[in-house]
């Protein structure tokens, strides 16, 4: 349907419209701060940077969680409960073992996850909740990848990071150290983004004072789209055609100014609110030089770095949290169709601590619409239309 025509409505009478809620503040946080024009990100106090260096996808949930850091027997703790709740359901493992092998891993995880509310106890506390659904979320993508490839279903370890029990489901053997810290860097990096597509669905599910669940599945379902989370599985599946219609001596930037030239979108690319380098996109870039050349993709890397500088000298946008997501995870050996299951495992922090903050100092989430239909019409009867 094409936009509504606006032209005779005087919009000085009526509510501005703002197309997307654009630059619309709905809401004051503590969970982050980002400033599109210098390209800076804070968790909860914390830059980006400091974390990226410093912390651990668990320090990060409790960071969010309860706007400070663990102290060591806070994170030892939260780390028992986590292993504690890695197991699933048993009717949830029979749907993931029956459902379509071809079924969209997001939406198989979407499905799995709303299932999850039946095995909670209702009396216990969200945090109990929030901290169960972080722990699930990666076993439920593991289960679904070994299923969907006749493999058997690896129960997860009863030790270790989450990191590095995704990657030992996932794959069937334990991580090596650099690549259980390459996943934790990027749940690290991917755990909150203040009121993108996905937090803002979770708080306007929790405002309707609903369980924590619905709005974690509702997040999820906002996630999957590609102007959104599904952008970094779009970008692989770019790389990946380019590469199978051109050859590895394939011209990026030729291939990019076609896309341009056509209207079409470059995924991993443009940010509604970051005007410069996505801030997180520094850290995946360097991951990806180091692990493309590590694994013998280095063209894929040298094509993503033609891209940004096409894509800057063309339109002046820069690449976001997904462009080089992508290259990170594919150099993983993980494939292009779970990355958006990856973002959904570190997203689910973020997530529950905006449910959290929402049911602090709740008020329903309403805005308006502009009416521009026609008013007062005759009623015709149907035998007469
Ligand atoms: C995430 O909000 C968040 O914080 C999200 C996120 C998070 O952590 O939660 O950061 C994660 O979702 C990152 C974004 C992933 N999506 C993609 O990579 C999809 C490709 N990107 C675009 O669809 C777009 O950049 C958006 C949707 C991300 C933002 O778009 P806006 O703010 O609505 O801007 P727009 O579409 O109005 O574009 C403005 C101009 C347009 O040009 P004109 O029509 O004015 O000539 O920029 C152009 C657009 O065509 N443009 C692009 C482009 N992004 C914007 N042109 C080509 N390729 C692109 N990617």
């Known amino acids: 349907m094409a936009e509504h025509n606006l032209q005779n409505i005087d919009l000085d009478k009526y509510p501005h419209i703002n197309k997307g809620l654009d630059g619309i503040v709905a809401f004051s946080t503590t969970k982050s701060f980002i400033d599109g024009k210098s390209g800076d990100l804070i968790f909860s106090g914390y830059h980006i940077d400091t974390l990226a260096e410093n912390a651990t996808f668990e320090e990060v949930c409790f960071l969010l969680w309860n706007d400070r850091l663990p102290n060591e027997q806070e994170l030892d703790d939260l780390h028992q409960k986590l292993r504690s709740e890695r197991k699933l359901p048993e009717p949830v ?65 009863d030790e270790g990071s989450t990191a590095f029990n995704f990657l030992y489901m996932l794959n069937g053997e334990e991580p090596g150290e650099a690549a259980e810290r390459t996943m ?19 708080r306007t599910i929790c405002a309707t004072q609903s369980d924590m669940f619905s709005a974690v599945t509702g997040a999820i379902g906002a996630l999957k789209g590609p102007l959104h989370g599904g952008a970094n599985t779009a970008v692989m599946n770019m790389l990946l055609d380019l590469e199978e219609k051109e050859g590895k001596d394939a011209d990026p930037v030729a291939f990019t100014k076609e896309k341009l030239s056509k209207k079409e979108k470059m995924m991993g690319f443009g940010h509604r609110v970051y005007k410069t380098f996505d801030p997180r996109a520094v850290h995946l ?69 905006h449910f959290f903050e929402q049911k602090e100092n709740n008020r329903l989430i309403r805005p308006r619409a502009l009416y521009v239909g026609e008013k007062n019409l005759e009623w015709v009867p149907v035998e007469d239309r």
């Not at 934790?184 to 203040?194: K, R, T």
């Not at 976001?320 to 997203?347: E, H, W």
């Open 285 to 353: 870039r360097k991951m990806s030089k180091k692990l493309s050349e590590e694994t013998g993709h280095e063209y894929l890397y040298e094509w993503s770095e033609a891209m940004v500088k096409t894509m800057k000298d063309e339109k002046g946008i820069d690449p976001n949290v997904d462009f080089f997501s992508a290259t990170v995870y594919y150099s993983l050996g993980i494939k292009p169709d779970l990355y958006t299951c990856i973002f959904t495992m570190s997203r689910i922090s973020g997530w529950t601590a």
């Open 93 to 157: 493992l029979t749907y993931i073992k029956t459902t379509r092998k071809t079924a969209e891993p997001m939406a198989v995880l979407r499905t799995a996850v709303s299932m999850l509310a039946d095995f909670q106890d209702d009396s216990s506390d969200t945090m109990d909740h929030a901290i169960a659904v972080t722990a699930q979320i990666p076993t439920i993508i593991a289960a679904f990848d070994r299923a969907r490839n006749d493999k058997d279903i690896i129960e997860p370890l």
């Open 184 to 202: 934790d860097l990027c749940l690290v990096i991917h755990a909150e983004h203040g009121m993108n597509a996905s937090t803002f669905t979770a």
